[in-house]
């Protein structure tokens, strides 16, 4: 049993596929498939069960799966910060987050950090759900995810780092865009662009609208907030997003107007990591940086 037996097995459990795997390594998928023989000839037991799209791991393979990603991370990390104390003030930060998430919340800490480490790699990594990130995360050599702070997940340590109250975007001419707030009885005969399906801040929403017996029409999807707003302004309906560090609410420039929607339970946001206490100190820093600015530009726009 080799570390490259273990990294490679966890690909495939991540994956659920040898021959994606065997893509991304450059390698053939006889030569992925090696590796996890030899684990399973050690265990004693099978690891992966094959199906007509895929593989999936056995229990076994959970147990192996669970133990391994967290060894590696480990050592992963250890690795990389020894490689920093070697070098001095150079090395990289790893971050893995939303599509949007760097410009909405990270832009002014993103310029800031680098002026001052201007020997650090900033890396980011994009996933499409906050529960991508946690996979992520605990499968890579990843220092920070950015995520929808939810329920407790094992493994992970979540800190929030601030709550973005609820917005109501329509176009400028629409009948709710002269309101100051709007309440949840007003959203009953909205036409909602929902927010992606598998995301955590649609869930949250969602629970929202079930806790106030809230049943609204919806025949519009989308991937991501940015493109939720593009479609209100563009009047195709009404979208309900978080408001964003740094947006002016209420109101807004041009076609779009953003109202309040203060009644609807804030959505938490912020940092998960593996341990707060191992993470090196170019990624606390840049924790730390992006924490302070979302912070000042929430105060700015109040």
Not at 43 to 60: N, Q, Y
Not at 75 to 80: C, E, F, I, T, V
Request: overall charge neutral.
């Amino acid at each position: 049993m080799t570390l490259d037996d273990l990294r490679v097995f966890v690909a495939v459990c991540r994956a659920g596929s040898l021959s994606a795997v065997a893509r991304d390594l450059g390698c053939t998928q006889s030569a992925v498939s090696q590796h996890v023989r030899r684990l399973e000839k050690q265990t004693g037991t099978e690891l992966l069960e094959r199906h007509a799209r895929g593989v999936l791991p056995t229990e076994a393979g959970r147990i192996l799966q669970t133990a391994a990603a967290d060894g590696i991370a480990g050592l992963d990390g250890a690795l990389r910060r020894l490689d920093e104390l070697v070098r001095g003030d150079s090395g990289s930060v790893r971050i893995t987050t939303g599509a949007t998430t760097v410009r909405h919340f990270m832009s002014e800490a993103v310029v800031g950090f680098r002026r001052r480490h201007p020997q650090v790699s900033l890396e980011f990594q994009t996933e499409n759900s906050s529960r991508s990130c946690f996979d992520a995360l605990a499968a890579d050599d990843l220092d920070l995810a950015w995520i929808t702070i939810g329920r407790p997940v094992r493994g992970i340590e979540q800190r929030p780092v601030m709550e973005l109250p609820w917005v109501l975007a329509v176009c400028a001419d629409d009948p709710l865009a002269a309101r100051l707030r709007v309440e949840p009885a007003d959203l009953t005969g909205i036409r909602h662009i929902r927010l992606p399906e598998n995301s955590a801040s649609r869930a949250h929403l969602d629970a929202a609208f079930a806790e106030s017996a809230i049943r609204i029409r919806s025949d519009t999807s989308v991937a991501d907030w940015d493109t939720a707003l593009l479609l209100a302004e563009l009047g195709l309906g009404h979208a309900l997003v978080p408001a964003l560090p740094g947006w002016r609410v209420p109101g807004s420039e041009g076609p779009l107007r953003l109202v309040p929607v203060p009644a609807l339970p804030p959505l938490p946001v912020g940092w998960a990591v593996r341990r707060w206490a191992a993470l090196s100190p170019l990624a606390r820093v840049f924790a730390d940086d992006v924490a302070r600015s979302c912070t000042a530009r929430a105060a700015r726009q109040q």
